[in-house]
């Protein structure tokens, strides 16, 4: 079968830095994406990596090991309105449909 | 510009009825997506649209399901006979082309909150 693990809950401190692990077994890998769910509204796009290493973009990062199955998705500087639910997705194949969803990490921010 | 719309946001209906979602995809954008969430959960994949054409609606459940899209712009999910089963957020997606080219990215509306008692 195909699967993608996240944790499904974290806590940080604001001001400190977080990593949200998403492991994956699928059929075919060609790109993952993280989204960034907040509560009652739609995801929204964070970041891409379909090669291997590290993608930064502002307080974001994230990385990829293909031969691993493993990304992370790195917050640095947490804000309070980085409380919410971050997302892993694999497109498994050559159409953009096929992503395969993981459940979810819900990131609660304390002061 | 504006966003991926979902209309209404909404819906609380009664078990057996039958109920009509609405998706206004970005403007010039030929792909469209929808899926449904449950509390917790990542999106579950429902159908795909290329244009007009449904190009994969194996997510559906059941025949209960349907969804088109004429004028390959506007996108209708219709639910028959409605379970309280089918209670979900029904989230739409569209994307520039639904290839796989780079970071396409697909954009989400808001989603339709529907609750069937």
């Known amino acids: 079968g195909q699967n993608i693990d996240q944790p499904t809950e974290m806590t940080a401190t604001e001001g400190a830095i977080v990593q949200i692990n998403c492991t994956y077994q699928?059929?075919?890998?060609?790109?993952l994406f993280w989204y960034q769910q907040h509560a009652g509204e739609a995801p929204t796009f964070l970041s891409y990596?379909?090669l291997d290493g590290l993608e930064e973009k502002g307080r974001f990062s994230s990385f990829l090991s293909r031969s691993k199955g493993y990304s992370y998705l790195l917050l640095k500087e947490l804000q309070m309105k980085d409380s919410a639910s971050y997302l892993c997705?694999?497109?498994?194949?050559?159409?953009?449909?096929?992503?395969?969803w993981g459940a979810g990490t819900k990131l609660i921010i304390k002061p | 510009g504006a966003g991926v719309s979902q209309t209404p946001s909404n819906k609380v209906t009664e078990k057996g009825k039958y109920v009509e979602l609405r998706c206004d995809p970005i403007?010039?954008?030929?792909?469209l997506y929808w899926y449904r969430q449950s509390l917790g959960q990542g999106p579950e994949f429902l159908i795909y649209?290329?244009?007009?054409?449904?190009?994969?609606d194996s997510g559906l459940p059941n025949d209960r399901f349907f969804a088109v899209r004429p004028e390959g712009s506007v996108s209708t999910l219709k639910i028959q006979r409605t379970e309280r089963g089918d209670s979900a957020v029904y989230l739409c997606?569209?994307?520039?082309?639904?290839?796989?080219?780079?970071?396409?990215?697909?954009?989400f509306g808001p989603g339709t909150r529907l609750l069937v008692l």
């Open positions: 403007s010039g954008h030929t792909a």
């Open positions: 699928t059929s075919g890998f060609n790109g």
């Open positions: 997606a569209s994307s520039l082309t639904g290839g796989a080219s780079g970071q396409e990215t697909q954009y």
């Open positions: 997705a694999v497109r498994t194949r050559g159409s953009n449909y096929q992503l395969i």
């Open positions: 990596n379909v």
């Open positions: 649209f290329q244009g007009t054409g449904a190009a994969d």
